[in-house]
């Protein structure tokens, strides 16, 4: 008989199994320690206690905020109050509602407005116009709140005053104008990325502001964070003063504050929505990707004095080859990028070889690293985009995804002009996709219930109604196309004569 060994005593179970029961005793030692935690928001949940307060951004504030509405002057309406016009259209809805009436609020940019033209042509104006069409039977009321490079901060505002006019549904479309104003994000720079998103998740739960707002009590101060960036009342833009375009530089603390303030505005918006238990649909903006070179490209940090020159021979070779031999232009770009992958540029031209090639699916993979390189952001980046997706999908809001939609009716997949007039606002036929867009989700959730033959009654009186708004109003339209344009590329003229200095972008 085999006489058992000292080793043979001591051996426990496999190894295997001594790491899952490690696993699992840390598991369990974590929920117990979550579990007071877990009990109290669940306590807190069934008496109402430390309900998040949508209405407090954390990150900026404002100086004075004047109503976007006031009433008429025969009190009969609500319209859009003089002071706002130089960033708004005028529009209007009635004080008193009327019986029967579905009333619908558009908020966002200039997109909303309907640039480069206006709110004739804008979607608000298309869905109003296919909503009587469909459902005659309803009273339909669809009101313009897009503000000229208004980004998500400033709709907020917006937001809350219009929940007090009765509204039906809310339109949200914002993405692309976050980066036009500077602000300092001090208090985000100093947390870093592993801490920042667990502090978020936190400071959306009921013991977060209960506590916060009883220590807040306890001290004798406003709960209300004090760090913010106090902007004014109308937006001012970076590329509104001439330079503009040379105050961007690559940022990525600041860029990371500024996302982290789009997807808790998105947020934020969404929560006032559900808490006024009003309707919302996000909508997911349309990206100009395949005609629309990056607004600023930078070199990468550290390139010595013989990388810069190799860099720029490879990419001025590429460029004598790309129109008769894109194979080799886009190996000489690839080399180049070997040596700085940063210059978004260079990206772009890459994308451009890959069209050429026949290569849709490699030049929008291209065409999105162009876009998200480049340090003057006029177009909206992709954790944005994936925001609104998932904000939509957590919170089950409605969604009308634009960008897919119009990247469908795109060669290659690849959004571009056509439906889009420049880097970021549809064409005319654009907006009216839009508002089919929305119609059919309105549809879905059963607030419209279409009549056969919309579409062709719709594109009749869509002929009619371009028909009556005559030649100035495009003249105007192509005239606003070329100014906003020269904006983009920093050519503004404007100059701070007095007040306080220009906005500054902080610098790396």
Request: aromatic share 8%; with cysteine; hydrophobic share 40%.
């Amino acid at each position: 008989m085999q006489q058992e060994t000292p080793d043979n005593a001591q051996q426990g179970p496999p190894p295997k199994r001594r790491r899952r029961r490690r696993a699992l005793f840390r598991l369990g030692a974590v929920g117990v320690g979550l579990l007071p935690f877990v009990l109290i928001e669940l306590l807190c949940a069934a008496f109402d206690w430390g309900r998040p307060d949508f209405h407090d951004d954390p990150f900026v504030g404002f100086s004075s905020i004047q109503p976007l509405f006031v009433r008429s002057a025969d009190g009969s309406r609500y319209e859009i109050a003089r002071s706002r016009l130089a960033f708004f259209r005028p529009d209007s809805f009635a004080a008193v509602k009327p019986p029967g009436e579905f009333r619908i609020f558009c908020l966002g940019g200039s997109t909303v407005q309907g640039r480069p033209f206006a709110i004739e042509t804008s979607f608000t104006t298309w869905l109003e116009m296919l909503l009587r069409l469909a459902d005659p039977a309803r009273r339909w009321e669809v009101v313009n709140c897009g503000g000229i490079s208004y980004a998500s901060y400033r709709l907020v505002p917006i937001l809350e005053e219009v929940l007090r006019h009765q509204p039906d549904l809310i339109v949200l479309y914002t993405g692309h104008n976050e980066f036009l104003e500077d602000r300092e994000y001090g208090h985000v720079r100093d947390l870093p990325a592993a801490v920042a998103r667990p502090a978020e998740l936190l400071a959306r739960t009921r013991t977060f502001h209960l506590a916060r707002s009883a220590w807040s009590r306890l001290r004798g101060v406003p709960s209300r964070p004090g760090a913010r960036a106090v902007l004014g009342p109308e937006t001012d833009t970076i590329l509104d003063y001439k330079g503009g375009l040379a105050r961007y530089h690559r940022d990525d603390a600041w860029r990371r504050g500024v996302m982290e303030h789009y997807r808790a505005n998105l947020r934020r918006m969404v929560g006032l929505c559900r808490q006024a238990g009003v309707p919302v649909v996000l909508v997911n903006p349309v990206t100009n990707l395949r005609d629309c070179p990056p607004f600023k490209s930078q070199h990468r940090d550290g390139l010595t004095a013989g990388q810069l020159p190799r860099w720029e021979a490879l990419c001025r070779q590429a460029g004598h080859v790309i129109g008769g031999d894109p194979f080799r232009a886009a190996d000489l770009l690839r080399q180049a990028a070997g040596i700085d992958g940063e210059y978004a540029g260079l990206h772009y031209l890459l994308g451009r070889c890959l069209d050429r090639m026949g290569r849709p699916a490699e030049a929008r993979a291209a065409y999105l690293r162009a876009k998200d390189l480049d340090v003057c952001p006029l177009r909206m980046l992709e954790p944005m985009h994936a925001d609104v997706l998932a904000i939509a999908g957590q919170t089950r809001a409605p969604l009308v995804d634009a960008r897919a939609m119009f990247e469908k009716r795109s060669k290659g997949g690849v959004l571009g002009a056509g439906l889009l007039v420049d880097h970021v606002h549809p064409s005319i036929p654009g907006h009216r996709l839009l508002a089919e867009a929305l119609l059919e989700e309105l549809a879905r959730q059963g607030f419209v219930r279409p009549r056969p033959g919309w579409r062709q009654r719709g594109e009749q009186a869509a002929r009619e109604h371009l028909d009556s708004l005559g030649d100035f109003y495009f003249a105007k339209g192509r005239e606003r196309l070329e100014s906003l344009r020269k904006w983009a590329a920093g050519r503004a003229t404007l100059v701070h004569t007095e007040g306080p200095p220009p906005p500054r972008v902080p610098d790396p």
